[in-house]
């Protein structure tokens, strides 16, 4: 994948499986926005073999687009709009019910006051919230999150927690791009570096120590 003249990702390989979830950690630039967007059919890659959700991005990626849930730096939200068109609009455009809207709302816990205000006034917290729920009511086979905690109260934070653990758990797949890896190591499945657009899998802590005390055992004998 280039980003003007220079490759941000080169070599990278991931694979990721239905009912996973995934931390990307790094260092800024390394290429974890980069992957996401790739991954939700924003971004066209340049080489390599790129399939999401059985989807060849080279050739359809446009087709992936509703059946990801993506959340990135910018909300991807209508500023014009108040926090229940914007639902009701993306909603409809994923094909989902209106009951699957009005559940998203609620599962985020939105206060209510909120639905008639445009989200050009929202907090970064509320816009946030809205656009994890706009995220949550197309019920996505792949969820790509990219600092979901940022702005967030602790509340909101939780609230996150469970839907990366709810979503992998119904058989979802999950990326997480994250600094915050206390918080977010709990409640995923396995970590990926991404560095020097590399992608380099990390072993559990507890997994680190298993190898590092066998290893000690080895040179003791």
């Given at each position: 994948?280039?980003?003007?003249r ?37 971004l ?73 205000v ?54 979802g797949?999950?990326?997480?791009a ?7 190591e ?12 590399l ?7 507890t ?5 590092s ?9």
């Amino acid at each position: 994948m280039l980003l003007g003249r220079f490759p941000a990702l080169a070599g990278a390989t991931l694979l990721v499986h239905a009912g996973e979830s995934v931390l990307l950690e790094g260092a800024n630039g390394a290429g974890k926005s980069t992957l996401l967007r790739l991954c939700a059919g924003l971004l066209r890659p340049e080489s390599g073999t790129a399939v999401v959700l059985g989807t060849d991005l080279f050739k359809n990626r446009r087709t992936v687009r509703p059946r990801v849930g993506y959340v990135g730096h910018a909300s991807m939200l209508y500023d014009d709009l108040t926090v229940a068109e914007n639902l009701r609009f993306w909603a409809r455009a994923a094909g989902v019910s209106e009951s699957q809207e009005h559940a998203a709302g609620e599962r985020m816990e939105i206060d209510r006051r909120l639905y008639d205000v445009p989200v050009k006034s929202l907090s970064a917290g509320q816009r946030r919230r809205t656009a994890l729920a706009v995220a949550a009511a197309r019920r996505p086979e792949l969820w790509l999150l990219d600092e979901p905690h940022a702005g967030l109260d602790q509340g909101g934070r939780d609230i996150v927690d469970s839907l990366i653990s709810d979503a992998a758990a119904a058989g979802g797949a999950v990326l997480v791009a994250s600094h915050e890896l206390d918080r977010v190591e709990p409640v995923v499945d396995r970590f990926v570096t991404v560095t020097g657009g590399l992608t380099v899998e990390r072993p559990r802590p507890t997994e680190r120590a298993a190898r590092s005390a066998t290893s000690e055992h080895g040179h003791a004998r």
